[in-house]
């Protein structure tokens, strides 16, 4: 077998003070941190579609990477050189997972029967080149966004035919899913919304949506697919409103039509700034609903209002995504790289400091947000700071057995209300800094 990356040798680590641009600075995977492996807090996934597939064209220009890897694009023998590519790449960081769309694996036939000829070929290839190594499959999901047939939604669609070859899509991809030793399946409903209410019946196409959940759970479990179910929520783009808008929306939704115990959320950060919400609080949301299954690890640009799927530098957001994980005992998934090159970074070195900048952050933000836990600082004011419950009638209130009447009374007697204690969110800010950076 030939090298792709010939160049880039394993990336190893070498500590912080190194100037090698091939090298980790704080992944160290042996490394313990509160009892466990960094490797085992982090169990990163190469994502194939942007990895291997997306090549630098945007809405102004053309690819700027050359993705071919040495075969001619659209054909079988360029899905297997993307197949050597991937494997090659992530033997060289040391990633343990990937995460792929069916249509990110194999050129589309016209024909779904050929579609799904190829994709038995290429995932019996896949198969081959796990065999002797612990890299597995994180997540498959299907792609029902691309294809013009998608263009009113997939689950939502009003067309009873587009349905159907969503239905298909999915029984598809769950097998290849279930056969790669997936952890997990994802719905990202990237056309499961609508552009105006003069068109759209919503009730219906939300019904519809959960009906073919339903039909996914199903079929998944009849083959042996013990996973989780993700629902990655997105609030808009492509679609102007999208129906998993956050992570409180899809919780609801999911409950409502009874699908909350085979599904858990997929938080991807920049999703969570598009909605408004800080990728933190997409976690807290999920983890309170005991759904925080996966993450789709990149970052946004808070001057830009789309999803411009960065690597992620940003110590201070992976040290708070670190420390939510922490605290909810980790993830049942893992960190998915949902992000590309910026379209300037076009050779095969940059990709892969793309991923050693990602798992860097990631590590740097462990190691940060575990001395913020250990520090304990930011728990005992968050503790205290609900103390007064800790009362006879708090105890009440939380166990659901106070009344209005009885509440109302205890106003009476005080007369007049005291301010409670200040939040000392400014103060709380310095012990962060503290902690971050000595
Ligand atoms: C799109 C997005 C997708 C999903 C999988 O914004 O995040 O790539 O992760 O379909
Ligand atoms: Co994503």
Redesign the pocket.
């Known amino acids: 077998m030939n090298e792709i990356f010939e160049n880039i040798p394993e990336i190893k680590y070498e500590g912080k003070n190194t100037k090698n641009p091939l090298a980790f600075r704080y992944y160290d995977a042996d490394r313990i941190i509160m009892g466990k492996k960094m490797s085992e807090h982090l169990p990163f996934a190469m994502?194939w579609?942007h990895n291997l597939c997306a090549a630098g064209t945007d809405m102004f220009g053309r690819d700027t990477a050359d993705k071919s890897f040495g075969a001619e694009k659209g054909t079988m023998a360029h899905a297997k050189a993307k197949v050597d590519a991937g494997f090659e790449f992530m033997k060289k960081l040391g990633i343990k997972y990937f995460?792929f769309?069916d249509v990110d694996i194999i050129p589309e036939a016209d024909d779904i029967n050929e579609t799904n000829r190829r994709l038995d070929e290429i995932t019996d290839y896949i198969l081959e080149k796990m065999q002797g190594t612990d890299i597995k499959c994180l997540w498959g999901?299907a792609?029902m966004?691309s294809n013009p047939r998608f263009m009113n939604g997939a689950g939502s669609t009003n067309s009873l035919d587009v349905y159907c070859f969503a239905a298909a899509q999915i029984k598809k991809a769950l097998e290849l899913t279930v056969k790669l030793g997936g952890k997990g399946y994802?719905f990202?409903g990237?056309r499961e919304g609508y552009e105006t209410l003069l068109n759209t019946d919503v009730k219906f196409e939300q019904e519809n949506i959960a009906a073919l959940m339903k039909m996914a759970v199903e079929y998944g479990r009849s083959i042996g697919f013990t996973g989780d179910f993700y629902i990655?929520p997105?609030p808009k783009?492509p679609m102007k409103h999208q129906y998993d808008f956050d992570a409180a929306t899809a919780i609801g939704f999911l409950r409502q039509y009874g699908l909350d115990k085979d599904f858990k959320m997929?938080i991807?950060a920049?999703?969570a700034t598009l909605a408004g919400h800080t990728f933190r609080h997409e976690l807290r949301i999920s983890a309170i609903n005991g759904m925080l299954g996966s993450i789709?690890a990149n970052q946004g640009d808070y001057l830009l209002g789309w999803?411009t799927?960065e690597f992620p530098y940003d110590v201070y957001e992976s040290t708070m995504c670190m420390y939510e994980v922490l605290k909810a005992g980790g993830l049942t998934g893992g960190f998915?790289f949902?992000a590309k090159n910026r379209r300037p970074s076009n050779t095969y070195e940059d990709m892969f400091h793309a991923y050693i900048l990602g798992m860097d952050t990631f590590a740097l933000g462990l190691i940060k947000a575990a001395e913020l836990i250990e520090d304990g600082e930011l728990d005992a004011f968050v503790e205290k700071k609900y103390e007064s419950f800790n009362s006879e009638l708090g105890e009440k209130i939380r166990s659901g057995k106070a009344s209005l009447e009885e509440l109302a009374a205890r106003a009476s007697e005080m007369k007049t209300c005291k301010t409670p204690q200040s939040g000392r969110q400014e103060y709380l800010e310095g012990v962060v800094n503290r902690v971050l950076f000595g």
């Open positions: 994502a579609w995460c769309h999901t792609n966004f994802v990202w990237g990655e997105k783009e997929n991807e920049n999703h789709d999803d799927d998915n949902d």
